[in-house]
């Protein structure tokens, strides 16, 4: 089978050819028909980012969309050809050490994920990947959507876990930080399909915060930043017509301005969960958390549950894939797609294609 191979970080994308793998007592094979590509993933496989990436040469890329080729003696009631979301979040099982979480084909995250990783080196990005069963979720009910649309679930599962996680309610308010990227742009779609009277997206690109306001005019008020504290505050509390309920943030740079701006626009028993990748300290006073009793709390990733949720949205409409700016790459152009993909925002990314 055609693979794409990485080496090392910062070694150039190879397309290589590799047997089809055979699945473990718990995997399953994919036939590979699309693969989404991070915005961030050039700064991945360049070295740029400090992730923790599989020992010796492995095969990038996290979720994907396929069907299934074949399954292990320990794997029930998935019959080949049922289209498939493979997920990359895996760890070992058993709760009787420390955590060792992965995301296959891109990044351990704690100092024992290599031992997961060891098992599951390689990701999405060729003819056939090789996932175990707990990843895999199927796609019946939406096999008339094609499969490049259907990676959008990648996007829309992360947030979905931390609207999850900030308890959203329907007719609640809800801020979303970093909603100009690839994830905050499709936790708008989430909040406003689980029932958010209010959805308030923060960014500073308004170009894309008025796309995001076009979804739902009635329920989507967007907010510009301009990086300054106070001023932002003004302007989410403005959006919100009062304060929020909860607020989301899945930003990936730029300072903690956004981040306190968001949280002082939150009534008091407000609800905040961080997703995002901020590096920086976030200097709120003790007193200020108590007094206001709020809760602030980071969560990764979703719930097994999430990836079929999301799917049934999909199947019912409550979600609408036909706003997604989608570029195709073929397998063999998967560097040119990965460079291309750097920096695009809102609901614009790049998949890889096997056929």
């Known amino acids: ?12 994308l190879q397309v290589v050819d590799r047997p089809m793998p055979q699945p473990r007592p718990d995997g399953v094979v994919i036939r590979m028909k699309a693969a989404p590509i991070l915005s961030y993933m050039q700064g991945v496989v360049a070295g740029t980012l ?14 994907l ?10 794997v029930f009631d998935l ?7 493979g997920s990359s979040q895996i760890a070992s099982r058993g709760r009787f050490g420390q955590a060792d979480d992965i995301l296959i084909g891109l990044t351990g995250m704690t100092p024992v994920s290599p ?6 080196p390689d990701g999405a990005f060729a003819e056939f990947a090789h996932y175990p069963v707990d990843c895999i979720t199927p796609l019946g ?18 947030p979905y876990g931390g609207l999850l996680a900030a308890e959203l309610k329907p007719a609640e308010t809800v801020i979303i930080g970093g909603a100009t990227g690839n ?13 958010a009277s209010r959805v308030v997206p923060t960014g500073r690109n308004a170009g894309i915060l008025e796309k995001l306001k076009t979804l739902a005019p009635k329920r989507v008020f967007p907010a510009t930043l301009a990086g300054e504290i106070e001023t932002d505050t003004q302007t989410i509390t403005s959006a919100t017509a009062g304060l929020a309920d909860c607020y989301f943030d899945i930003v990936g740079g730029g300072g903690t301005t956004s981040v306190i701006s968001a949280i002082r626009a939150l009534r008091a028993g407000g609800r905040t969960v961080l997703m995002g990748a901020l590096q920086e300290v976030i200097p709120l006073p003790y007193v200020e958390i108590m007094v206001r009793e709020l809760t602030i709390r980071g969560n990764f990733m979703y719930p097994r549950s999430a990836v079929s949720e999301i799917a049934h949205m999909i199947a019912a409409g409550t ?15 998967a560097g040119a797609a990965i460079a291309d993909a750097a920096g695009k925002g809102g609901f614009a990314f790049n998949v890889l294609t096997s056929a």
């Open 50 to 63: 400090p992730y923790m990436l599989p020992k010796g040469p492995f095969i990038p890329g996290s979720d």
């Open 79 to 85: 019959e080949p050809g049922t289209l498939v979301h």
């Open 183 to 195: 994830f905050g742009a499709h936790a708008v779609l989430v909040a406003l399909a689980m029932g």
């Open 1 to 12: 089978m055609k693979a794409i191979e990485l080496e090392k970080p910062g070694a150039p």
């Open 319 to 333: 979600i609408d894939l036909s706003v997604l700016d989608i570029s195709r790459f073929a397998l063999a152009d």
């Open 115 to 120: 031992r997961v990783q060891n098992i599951w």
């Open 141 to 158: 009910d939406l096999a008339s959507i094609e499969p490049q649309k259907l990676t959008a679930i990648m996007f829309l599962a992360v």
């Open 65 to 74: 969309i396929g069907t299934v080729e074949k399954v292990g003696s320990e």
